[in-house]
C-alpha cells in the first residue's frame, strides 16, 4: 500500500483523513476514536484494535460513573482532585466541563502512592553598565522559578499513573530590591507565600489520598476476618453480628 491510500479506522470504519491516522500493532485508529481513549493512557502504538475496542467500553462504562459522580470534596487550582465521599471514588479534573470530559473515576483502593516533585530554577539578575556591559550586582540578585508536579500512582488496567501541574503556570518569585532594600543574599523563596501554599496543598492532597487508601484497605481486612459469635447482651442468643454489628436474631447491636 502506498503512503496516501486510503485507511479506514479498524474500531469505527470511519475512513481516516490525510494526517489523522493513530496507528496500532495490528490496524489503524482514527483521531474521533483516538480522543475517546483514556486521557492517562501512553501505550496505544503498541495496542491491538482488540485492546483498544476493550478500552473504548471501559471508557462509554466509567461516562456512566461520572454520571453518578457526586462531588463532595476538591482540591487544586486549574486541575483539580475530587471526592465523591459517599461512593469512595475521586477522579482527576483538567477541565471545566467533567461531563464532556469523562475523566477516569477511580476507587480509593486503586492508589498505590503519591508524591510531589517540585522543579526549581534560579536565574541572577544583572545591569547595565553606561558602556552597555552586563554586570552582576553586589550583592548579587536572584530570581526563582517553580513548578510542582503532582503524581498519582495507581492500580489500572490502562495506566500506571497520573501526571500533572498543581499550578496552572510557572510561579515566579522575586525578592523586594525597591528602595535599595538588599535581601538577595538573606532571601530564601521557600519561605514565599506562593511556595508555601503550592507545597501545602500538595502534602494534603499526598496525605488525604493515601489516608483514604489506607481506611479503604483496612476495611477490607476487616470485612473479610473471620466472623467470632458472641452473646447477644439483649436477647442473651449466640449469634454472629451482621455487617452493621447488629444481632442476627433481635436485631439490637452488639456493642
Not at 487508601?213 to 476487616?222: A, F, G, K, L, W
Amino acid at each position: 500500500m502506498g503512503l496516501f491510500d486510503k485507511k479506514y479506522c479498524s474500531v469505527c470504519g470511519e475512513k481516516i483523513g490525510l494526517f489523522g491516522n493513530r496507528k496500532l500493532e495490528d490496524g489503524n485508529l482514527c483521531k474521533d476514536c483516538a480522543k475517546k481513549l483514556s486521557y492517562w493512557f501512553d501505550d496505544r502504538r503498541h495496542s491491538t484494535v482488540d485492546e483498544i475496542k476493550a478500552q473504548l467500553a471501559y471508557r462509554e462504562e466509567n461516562q456512566q460513573r461520572v454520571n453518578n459522580f457526586n462531588i463532595t470534596r476538591t482540591f487544586g487550582r486549574g486541575v483539580l482532585i475530587v471526592l465523591d465521599e459517599d461512593k469512595r471514588q475521586f477522579a482527576v479534573v483538567r477541565t471545566k466541563n467533567m461531563r464532556d470530559e469523562n475523566p477516569d473515576i477511580l476507587d480509593y483502593s486503586q492508589v498505590t502512592g503519591c508524591d510531589l516533585d517540585i522543579d526549581e530554577d534560579r536565574s541572577e539578575e544583572k545591569r547595565e553598565t553606561p558602556d552597555g556591559k552586563e554586570v552582576s550586582y553586589n550583592p548579587p540578585r536572584y530570581t526563582w522559578s517553580y513548578d510542582f508536579r503532582m503524581t498519582i500512582r495507581v492500580n489500572h488496567p490502562y495506566f500506571d499513573d497520573m501526571r500533572f501541574n498543581l499550578n496552572n503556570s510557572t510561579v515566579h518569585i522575586e525578592p523586594d530590591y525597591s528602595g535599595g532594600r538588599m535581601m538577595g543574599p538573606s532571601f530564601n523563596p521557600r519561605n514565599h507565600p506562593d511556595y508555601k501554599e503550592y507545597v501545602d496543598m500538595g502534602n494534603e492532597i499526598k496525605k488525604i489520598l493515601m489516608q483514604i487508601r489506607q481506611e479503604t484497605r483496612d476495611s477490607v481486612v476487616v470485612a473479610n476476618a473471620p466472623k467470632t459469635p458472641v452473646v447477644c447482651p439483649t436477647c442473651s442468643a449466640t449469634t454472629v453480628p451482621d455487617e452493621r454489628g447488629c444481632c442476627e436474631y433481635c436485631g439490637r447491636p452488639i456493642n
